[in-house]
């Protein structure tokens, strides 16, 4: 079964699991013809969203990088700092990295309640 978009550009109607379009990347709803046409870096911004662990409900930050290899390293230190996988034994320890020299856009922020009730 196909999935069919129709392009951003051209409004033409493509098939999403085309192989040359998984192989030239890009937006989804790109078709390969407009990929190509564009030329530069056919691949989306890489964004990253973090959340805080104040609260119930926790703040939650959108941040854009440079390359990929930014985001991975980012994504990689605040796992480590925040305890992502060692449940309630978080920032104990000695294993931190530091936090400085990373370069990303913040994007987006979206701030959680104080209480439990919703109420500022």
Request: overall charge positive; charged content about 30%; some cysteine.
């Amino acid at each position: 079964m196909s999935r069919e978009r129709i392009c951003r550009h051209c409004g033409y109607l493509f098939d999403i699991d085309d192989p040359k379009k998984m192989k030239a990347g890009g937006y989804i709803d790109e078709c390969v013809d407009c990929l190509d046409e564009r030329g530069g870096d056919t691949s989306p911004p890489k964004y990253l969203g973090v959340a805080a662990g104040n609260g119930k409900m926790s703040d939650v930050t959108i941040l854009e990088f440079d390359s990929e290899a930014s985001r991975s390293a980012y994504h990689q230190m605040w796992q480590q700092n925040t305890g992502f996988f060692k449940g309630k034994s978080c920032q104990l320890g000695r294993g931190l990295t530091s936090t400085s020299g990373y370069s990303f856009k913040q994007k987006g922020e979206f701030r959680g309640n104080d209480n439990h009730k919703g109420k500022a």
